[in-house]
């Protein structure tokens, strides 16, 4: 079995920023792309970005240049550093992975962001 581990949310101000990390664990996978989803209270769960393991990112409906993602490879974890935060923001960010091999996605379970001042 996979498992998603998502680190590194909590409590910002606004224009703060926050880096989250999601690092898989468990049976060796080796993702084909990874990315970041969020939810905010009564939304639907939308895209933040994702990454390919050659690098190539796509962002969801994100104010350009605010959030960036990168990935590390070799150790198979997926960073999203956010900036300049909203309170718009605030949502429970979600990780995942997927495999090369169709249908193969695993989830996290989800790390909260909270943009309050």
């Known amino acids: 079995q996979v498992q998603l581990v998502e680190s590194g949310g909590g409590l910002v101000q606004p224009g703060g920023s926050l880096r989250l990390s999601c690092a898989t664990s468990?049976?060796?996978?080796?993702?084909?792309?990874m990315g970041w989803y969020r939810q905010a209270p009564g939304n639907q769960r939308e895209l933040v970005g994702t990454?390919?393991?050659?690098?190539?990112?796509n962002y969801g409906n994100i104010e350009k240049g605010r959030f960036t993602i990168s990935r590390v490879n070799a150790e198979n974890t997926v960073y999203l550093q956010m900036n300049n935060l909203k309170p718009e923001d605030t949502a429970i960010y979600y990780c995942?992975?997927?495999?090369?091999?169709?249908?193969?996605?695993?989830w996290g379970k989800g790390t909260l962001v909270t943009v309050s001042s």
């Open positions: 995942n992975a997927i495999g090369y091999d169709p249908g193969i996605i695993y």
């Open positions: 468990g049976r060796r996978f080796s993702p084909y792309a």
């Open positions: 990454i390919t393991s050659a690098g190539t990112t």
